[in-house]
């Protein structure tokens, strides 16, 4: 048993009632068990408990052991010795103040129902990475889903905290924070590292100067890549390189960043070269991208302003100096979607945050839900619990359930396994 059970079981009083007493025989009436700290400090505030006939307003104390007490040096701390009563499963010590006075304690030992535990202890030890899945169509679909549109929202919430502190270290300039970002998700898993820290490399204000030029904008984009530093028999990657070497002596750029690119097991349509260019293509095509996205009212106008293709030598290569068959590399519905549903939805919904103004993030959650959902391993595990996903958003908030509660078994902070726990 760990102590988040114990919170858990005096917050929703999931035990008897009748004739409770401190372990000095004194009569206990519950009219408030107080509000959960989930921070340093007494584990519940503001709790009202009548102790014999005295009723007593303030902080109740918990541990599995009374013993704990001592052992987590609360008899040191002048901030405990205000506690009201201390709640334990299990009375090992007597307790006193430093004025010598008891410490009114209330053990759960014995008068907690044994199906709650079992049930917790069961969801605690499950070998399963979904600790519940076993029991989980026991649920009724009204708890899943009001979990399901909370699990989205936190995940939003979540990811607001880092774009947002990232737009404090670009001095509150959403493009550049938007740009950072849209750079990482062009990467995707292997390459988000490299494509970020080009990004970061060549600022958007020095990049957008040449985005009128498609090739200047190619130029800086693959030589600050480090992807022209060979020499080339091609027109197209010879002048790339020509025109980079003069926008290095202008703007002072190195050409190479200190993460590898990654080719290997990659898709050649995947393979960075292809989203460099189709980045660029981007660049080019969009000014103050950002403000656009805000702008959009739909799905299909937010698709449109990423779909954008590589220039035209990329039609037969895949890379710089070799011919393959003639294809021409756009960015995919998917590839779009996935950029959606990562960036520019995380983002407009921070943008909300940020100015707290709902609109915003009722359009990002209007995205979410316009897009179909994702397909990967985790999805497919739901979806065999019979949970399915009809939308990005139900997806998203699939993945946050099982990344943030199940795999760290958080069962007692989630409504599925609190329903399952308590049935």
């Not at 509000?35 to 918990?62: C, Q, R």
């Not at 009212?297 to 779909?307: M, P, R, S």
């Not at 958003?393 to 007692?412: D, G, H, I, T």
Request: with cysteine.
């Amino acid at each position: 048993m760990k102590e988040d059970f114990l919170h858990y079981i005096w917050k929703h009083k999931l035990f008897s009632h009748n004739n409770l007493e401190t372990t000095e025989g004194e009569k206990i009436s519950i009219e408030s068990v107080g509000t959960h700290n989930i921070n340093s400090g007494p584990d519940f505030f503001n709790a009202k408990i009548k102790i014999g006939k005295t009723l007593w307003a303030g902080n109740v104390e918990m541990h599995l052991r009374s013993s704990d007490w001592q052992k987590h040096n609360h008899h040191t701390d002048k901030e405990y010795d205000t506690i009201i009563l201390h709640v334990v499963f299990e009375n090992d010590a007597e307790l006193k103040r430093k004025n010598n006075s008891h410490i009114p304690t209330l053990s759960l030992k014995g008068i907690i129902n044994e199906k709650f535990i079992s049930r917790y202890e069961s969801l605690l030890g499950s070998r399963h990475r979904i600790p519940c899945e076993e029991e989980i169509s026991k649920v009724n679909s009204f708890t899943v889903d009001s979990w399901l549109e909370r699990m989205l929202v936190e995940r939003l919430e979540r990811k607001s905290g880092d774009i947002l502190q990232r737009l404090k270290q670009n001095k509150n300039n959403w493009e550049e924070t938007f740009y950072h970002l849209l750079a990482k998700n062009f990467g995707f898993k292997l390459n988000a590292q490299p494509f970020e820290e080009l990004a970061r490399s060549l600022p958007l204000p020095v990049l957008a100067k040449h985005r009128n030029n498609l090739l200047q904008a190619e130029a800086m984009l693959f030589g600050a890549a480090g992807l022209l530093s060979k020499k080339y028999t091609e027109k197209y990657p010879a002048s790339l390189k020509k025109e980079f070497d003069f926008l290095k002596a202008k703007f002072k750029f190195t050409d190479g960043i200190h993460s590898p690119w990654k080719f290997l097991r990659l898709r050649p349509a995947n393979f960075p070269t292809i989203r460099i260019a189709q980045f660029a293509q981007l660049v080019h095509r969009s000014s103050h991208l950002f403000s656009k996205i805000l702008e959009c009212e739909n799905i299909e106008q937010l698709v449109k302003l990423f779909d954008v293709s590589a220039s035209e030598y990329w039609d037969t290569h895949y890379v710089f100096g070799k011919t393959s068959p003639t294809l021409r590399k756009n960015l995919g519905r998917n590839a779009i979607e996935n950029i959606i549903i990562n960036t520019a939805a995380p983002v407009i919904f921070s943008y909300g945050m940020h100015r707290n103004e709902e609109k915003f993030k009722e359009t990002a959650l209007k995205f979410l839900e316009s897009i179909p959902p994702e397909n990967n391993s985790i999805i497919k595990k739901w979806e065999s619990l019979g949970i399915k996903p009809g939308s990005a958003s139900r997806s998203q908030a699939l993945l946050e359930l099982m990344n943030e509660y199940c795999v760290e078994k958080k069962c007692l902070f989630c409504s599925i396994g609190n329903k399952l726990i308590t049935l």
